[in-house]
């Protein structure tokens, strides 16, 4: 829970509820009912699965999956019927992991970030809109430091969810837990259906992914560096033991444009429960960069 002090600290500060689109959706997914109609992803590049392409999209939004997680994580939000229709929708997919998992494991946030930013080249020539969920907020942010380093300042909008700001250390340990221990993390957090977490034989597969991961984010250090100049939303839920409200605002300093935090019912894992919401968040902020461009254009053909 965030107190009063923190939300005058906030300038767009909004506590949100569950909807009944957000639960329909959600038990849509547990039925199955979304995954098995959605077309499998374009697995052509490697490092970026297309989900949702359109001829004349005004942006791309590129997700990044979550410590353990998988591009198809993000399947179903990419397949909402709320997105704005003319949206290229991507995802990263980390190696290995599905079909990458026979490459090598890497433990190290820059040089994910670095292998990321150069797959990306072929993408940029579109506004770019984010969306990173825990250790996918972190890799969020350093492809955006590269993106602005490179001057290729196409990152129009960039959300980070579940995860403190860079600037916000804390050591972590879970990597070093054993198997018993991680799993009983696993389970802890949510995210990773509870008949995954009672099978050994695919947890003997699903385990080192995760420490793999865990260690990548927990050997993290931020070198501080200029702001970005494009908003940042940040979301998180109100009973994430990992990731404090205070340190998820943190994410502020990063950034010299628009802020805005949005906190939610829920662990870690709050977004399973509040899809609809977190779609249309997307959604506004994709319209909002939609219209920019399109100023933007009359404006160069003036």
């Known amino acids: 829970m965030v107190d009063d002090d923190h939300k005058a600290q906030s300038p767009r500060y909004r506590r949100e509820e569950p909807s009944d689109a957000a639960a329909s959706l959600s038990e849509s997914l547990a039925k199955g009912k979304i995954l098995s ?9 490697p490092w970026i699965r297309r989900f949702r392409t359109h001829p004349e999209a005004t942006a791309r939004l590129l997700c990044f999956p979550h410590a353990g997680g998988s591009a198809t994580y993000y399947n179903p939000l990419a397949h909402s019927p709320t997105l704005p229709p003319e949206t290229d929708v991507l995802a990263v997919q980390y190696p290995g992991r599905q079909d990458r998992r026979r490459e090598r494991f890497m433990d190290n946030i820059p040089e994910l970030a670095d292998r990321i930013t150069t797959a990306l080249a072929p993408y940029i020539d579109r506004p770019l809109v984010f969306f990173g969920h825990s250790m996918g907020a972190v890799l969020a942010f350093e492809v955006a430091q590269r993106l602005r380093e490179q001057q290729e300042s196409r990152l129009a909008w960039l959300f980070v969810s579940g995860r403190r700001a860079p600037s916000r250390f804390r050591k972590g340990t879970v990597h070093l837990l054993g198997d ?63 990731t404090a409200p205070d340190d998820v605002a943190a994410w502020q300093q990063h950034t010299e444009g628009p802020f805005d935090l949005h906190v939610f019912s829920g662990g870690h894992f709050y977004l399973d429960t509040h899809q609809q919401a977190v779609v249309d968040l997307i959604s506004e902020a994709l319209v909002d960069v939609a219209e920019q461009q399109l100023e933007t254009t009359k404006g160069s053909a003036q």
């Open 37 to 45: 109609v959605s077309p499998l992803p374009d697995t052509s590049d």
């Open 180 to 242: 018993a221990e991680l799993t009983d993390e696993l389970r802890r957090i949510g995210g990773t259906d509870p008949l995954f977490l009672d099978d050994e034989e695919l947890m003997a597969e699903i385990l080192p992914v995760v420490r793999n991961d865990y260690r990548a984010v927990e050997q993290y250090r931020w070198t501080p560096s200029q702001r970005l100049g494009c908003p940042i939303t940040a979301l998180a839920g109100d009973r994430d033991k990992q």
